[in-house]
């Protein structure tokens, strides 16, 4: 591996918490599941074939929510609090508000989003990964995702034009 262990968890633990956050709207679920991650990571380091380090850290986290996930068979949608601590208490107080007001919209485009078309959303629209990497993390095929994606999006702007109505 390119980059030492601390290294890559020190540059990615954010990204990945973030992400894991937003899978499961709980913060403690959210810290236990990133040290999972990281656990897995170190152990089945031997796995790791020289792809972008970032998409296999996402790859593993996402796949130790499903299995959370697939252990305790609840989903539990919470409100933009738990969004909270990703903000820069320094932040002029209009901005934190603007923060807030983006936070609620999204939480209620994705609340309603079957849970493929989320992760597909959450991946690539809000985590900046690309198409072919959020596929892998997703173990779908490119075009599988395409498909995800393209139906999020088509909700998600659905429920824009009601809003607007």
Do not use: C
Request: proline share 2%; aromatic share 12%.
């Amino acid at each position: 591996m390119e980059e030492n262990l601390d290294g890559v968890y020190k540059k990615y633990f954010h990204d990945i918490y973030r992400y894991l956050l937003s899978l499961s709207h709980d913060h403690h679920l959210a810290e236990d599941l990133v040290q999972e991650t990281f656990l897995r990571a170190y152990l089945y380091i031997e796995n790791y074939r020289g792809e972008n380090v970032k998409t296999w850290l996402f790859t593993v986290a996402h796949n130790a929510f499903i299995d959370h996930y697939r252990k305790h068979k609840r989903t539990v949608i919470k409100e933009e609090s738990f969004f909270l601590p990703f903000f820069d208490k320094k932040k002029a107080p209009e901005e934190t508000v603007m923060i807030h007001d983006e936070i609620r919209a999204i939480i209620s485009m994705l609340k309603d989003l079957p849970g493929k078309h989320k992760y597909a959303a959450l991946l690539h629209d809000f985590h900046g990964l690309s198409q072919h990497e959020a596929s892998q993390v997703m173990n779908v095929k490119p075009s599988h995702f395409k498909v995800l994606l393209f139906r999020a999006r088509q909700a998600i702007r659905r429920r824009r034009g009601e809003g607007n109505e």
